[in-house]
């Protein structure tokens, strides 16, 4: 008898560690998923407008992440090793760099579509991607003429001696870190109100009309090129928080927009290019995706099951989840 | 054209023919379009070609030479350098740019001819070189003779592309590029990933196949090998001389590609694919067939290349690699071969030559040179320009040295003639500091403002924004050759785009809306 019981404890622990683990991965994937929605969602919309895949959308997120650090720095954090002097309160220091990294990438990314895209509207389609590409190199390389290939640390451990990571919510035996709370709550704060703004106001009806048929919406007077600008506006100011996001995580290096970039592009497909919903729920599925397969496969091959995910979905359904199927008209 | 026969209303009955009008139209018959051509496009390159004056004469007389003869001479002196130069280097910088001038010509197969954006080119690049050095070499200890596996590898190649073309029968334009991107990403995987598949070592992982254990055959034709390195232990020109056969081979056997049915239909394709296919062209066919001949040339490419180094790395089958090849390609002229191929040996030597600050400086400055002069000519405005450079530059030299000594503390990098020049011209810090992203963001924010002003304003704004130029070339980029090199890739590939997507050679598009 004692011996059934003992056996039974020890599987009871060991279907409640499979449980902690369970969760810690969906936590993980949680992080992941917002980071990459918010990126999917600057391809998305671009997508959406332009017809245009915006090859520098990675780098802008980069920059973003840059633009993040700079602003740690400056406002006294000091690098590997220091603690956090707290002039003003974390949760302002945060606030300040997601604005200012926002507002940073809106300018970066109006900058790119005023010269890089623009000229090239009614060129043959291959000459915006073939643009996009070189835009993504320069700024990439441009960064790292500036400011090296070194990894840049936020040391986001050394803030308030640790708070974001220590403190936090138990769920049962998971304890889930302040700074992924933070990171998933302001993802959905900033696509809720993304959503709000295309669904609710005048320039998100004009938004959505541009993307329905260009020609039509400029014939019944909308003004095109502020709908592209205010696009561009809209999903570069996503990026730089979602490069902030991760880079609170993971150092931050100048070619981390390449594969942030793909990943990004990958959850819109997902989703159905063109799909605000779908790019967040493309977004979260492949976080998830990712996060159960470093957890229980191998962390190695993650990339690859992501670009099998990828193709698999371009050929056999390349309106996505949330999509529509395309019809061409002639 | 006569106005009489823009409105023949004008004229009284059409089925009787005016007088003269047969003489108009026997006049017109030299220059008359061909059927099913439109007449402004038929113009359109006569139009361009009767440029009268010294420059217009020359380009006449350049356009006269034969193909053949263009090749002729390449070939000629790719096959002097080896006797001409002693330097390894310089004989590597030739190897180099003929597997690059290979790679292009693969790729304006894709990308020229067909249309089609295909970010994975270097994938194929790299199966060539992967396949020849598992199949010829210790690492599987296979050895099959260069005949053989060559042959093998290029069909390889031409197979995988094939399979990899095959979403083209779904996906238009972005979404193929992007699933050949993704291609690229998964080959990049594979080839870090791949030394532990199931307990095989596949692909070597992060070092590559290569070394003692694993080391590549060199080429071998009939038995006879032809050793990587001398027996001084310097680089074998004979490879230099198997290149330029391949590249023969394949430039000839391309061009012939491009004339037949194949290539006029490719041509279509990339115009327009819905009325190519109305006409009855097998338009997935030809995508597919696009994307399988710049495969094969790319393996084809790989197997020299991997031949020659004794090993292959995955570091070498990166997205630079690809951006630069695509650099060759849109500078040269999509479409055009010869374009290519001196698209090719600009950007590769230029490359190169970027490497050494004291011959950067040279470049920077002839670039900036030719560059005024082709867009201000030989006029007034070139002078104010360039005196106005010359003599703002002095001045904030001797201003800025009285403010501070340690602003003009540094001196120019690198050697040749115009250090000096430069010492005394160009503000150089002891060190820059927080001034380098500055000036670097400013310089590209300032040229990017060029483009939105004109007139007399953009003179006055250009004198500056040289002077600045010049500045951060002296002080940033010098120093940095690694990220100036694909800085100037990705501005070319912009810049291009915008102003001249036709590049140097390719002919460029007429739009009939």
């Known amino acids: 008898m004692s011996t059934l019981s003992v056996l039974f404890d020890a599987s009871h622990v060991l279907a409640s560690q499979r449980w902690d683990e369970f969760l810690q991965q969906t936590i993980n994937g949680l992080t992941l998923g917002s980071v990459y929605a918010l990126i999917a969602l600057g391809y998305s919309m671009v997508y959406g407008v332009l017809k245009l895949l915006n090859f520098a959308h990675g780098d802008v997120y980069m920059v973003g992440a840059f633009i993040g650090f700079g602003m740690i720095q400056w406002l006294g954090f000091r690098g590997a090793g220091d603690t956090w002097a707290p002039v003003v309160s974390t949760w302002f220091v945060l606030l300040v760099v997601l604005a200012v990294s926002m507002a940073g990438t809106a300018g970066l990314g109006v900058a790119i579509e005023r010269f890089a895209y623009r000229p090239l509207r009614d060129a043959p389609r291959i000459a915006p991607l073939i643009s996009a590409l070189g835009v993504s190199f320069f700024i990439a390389y441009s960064m790292q003429l500036m400011f090296g290939s070194q990894q840049r640390d936020y040391n986001a451990f050394g803030i308030d001696n640790g708070k974001l990571f220590l403190d936090g919510v138990d769920i049962g035996n998971v304890r889930v870190p302040l700074l992924r709370i933070i990171i998933i709550v302001s993802a959905f704060v900033l696509m809720l109100l993304l959503w709000l703004l295309v669904t609710r106001t005048r320039t998100g009806k004009a938004m959505r009309a541009t993307s329905f048929d260009r020609e039509a919406a400029a014939m019944m007077g909308i003004d095109i090129d502020r709908v592209i600008v205010f696009t561009f506006v809209l999903g570069s100011a996503l990026a730089g928080p979602a490069g902030v996001m991760f880079a609170l995580r993971a150092p931050a290096s100048v070619t981390m927009g390449f594969v942030a970039g793909l990943k990004g592009f990958t959850a819109a497909v997902i989703g159905g290019i063109g799909s605000i919903p779908g790019a967040m729920g493309g977004g979260l599925i492949l976080g998830m995706a990712e996060a159960y397969t470093q957890g229980y496969i191998s962390s190695k091959w993650s990339d690859l099951f992501v670009f099998v995910i990828l193709i698999g979905f371009m050929l056999f359904r390349p309106q996505g989840l949330f999509g529509k199927a395309d019809i061409r008209k002639v | ?513």
Request: zero cysteines.
């Open chain 2, 1 to 513: 054209m006569s106005d009489d026969r823009l409105d023949p209303y004008d004229s009284g009955s059409l089925s009787a023919p005016l007088p003269g009008a047969a003489e108009a139209a026997a006049a017109e018959g030299a220059t008359s379009p061909a059927v099913g051509r439109d007449e402004w496009v038929a113009r359109h390159g006569a139009n361009l070609a009767g440029r009268g004056g010294i420059v217009g004469t020359i380009q006449a007389r350049l356009a006269s030479v034969p193909w053949w003869a263009w090749l002729a001479v390449l070939v000629a002196i790719v096959a002097l350098i080896p006797v001409g130069f002693e330097s390894g280097y310089v004989r590597r910088v030739a190897f180099d740019t003929l597997i690059y001038m290979l790679l292009a010509l693969g790729l304006n197969v894709v990308v020229g001819w067909g249309g089609l954006l295909d970010l994975g080119y270097i994938a194929f690049y790299g199966i060539g070189a992967y396949a020849y050095a598992m199949l010829s070499s210790s690492h599987f200890d296979v050895h099959l003779p260069s005949l053989v596996s060559i042959p093998l590898i290029v069909a390889l190649g031409a197979v995988v592309g094939l399979l990899i073309g095959l979403p083209s029968w779904r996906l238009s334009g972005d979404y193929l590029a992007i699933v050949t991107l993704f291609f690229f990403q998964l080959f990049i995987t594979i080839t870090t990933n791949g030394d532990d598949v199931f307990g095989i070592d596949l692909t070597g992982g992060s070092n590559g196949i290569s070394g003692v254990a694993a080391s590549v055959d060199p080429l071998s034709f009939f038995g006879w090998e032809l050793p990587q390195l001398t027996d001084a232990g310097a680089f074998n020109v004979a490879y230099i001389y198997v290149a330029l056969v391949v590249f023969v081979i394949v430039f000839v056997a391309l061009r012939f590609v491009n004339l037949s049915r194949t290539g006029r239909a490719w041509r279509s394709l990339r115009e327009d694919p819905l009325a190519a296919e109305m006409m009855g062209m097998p338009i997935n066919w030809l995508k597919l067939m696009a994307f399988s001949f710049g495969a094969a040339v790319a393996a084809l490419t790989g197997t020299i290349f991997a031949s020659l180094n004794a090993g292959v790395f995955p570091n070498t089958f990166q997205f630079p690699l690809l951006i630069t090849v695509y650099a060759m390609v849109i500078l040269g002229g999509a479409g055009s071969m010869g374009g290519v191929v001196l698209g090719a040996i600009i950007v590769n030597v230029l490359l190169e030559v970027l490497r050494e600050p004291g011959d950067a400086r040279y470049v920077f400055y002839v670039v900036v040179l030719a560059g005024l002069v082709a867009v201000l000519r030989f006029s007034v405005r070139l002078v104010v320009v360039l005196g106005g450079t010359i003599l703002l530059g002095f001045a904030v030299h001797v201003i800025t040295s009285v403010v501070s000594d340690r602003a003009v503390a540094g001196s120019p990098a690198g050697g040749g003639f115009l250090t000096g020049a430069v010492d005394r011209w160009v503000v150089l810090p002891d060190s820059l500091g927080a001034w380098a992203p500055i000036s670097y963001v400013a310089l590209v924010a300032a040229v990017l403002l060029l483009t939105t002003i004109s007139g007399w304003w953009r003179i006055a704004a250009l004198v500056p924004t040289l002077y600045l130029g010049a500045f951060v070339w002296e002080n940033v980029m010098l120093a940095k050759p690694e990220p100036t090199r694909y800085i100037l890739l990705g501005a070319i590939l912009v810049t291009l785009m915008v102003a001249r997507p036709a590049g140097i050679l390719g002919e460029r598009r007429v739009e009939i809306v």
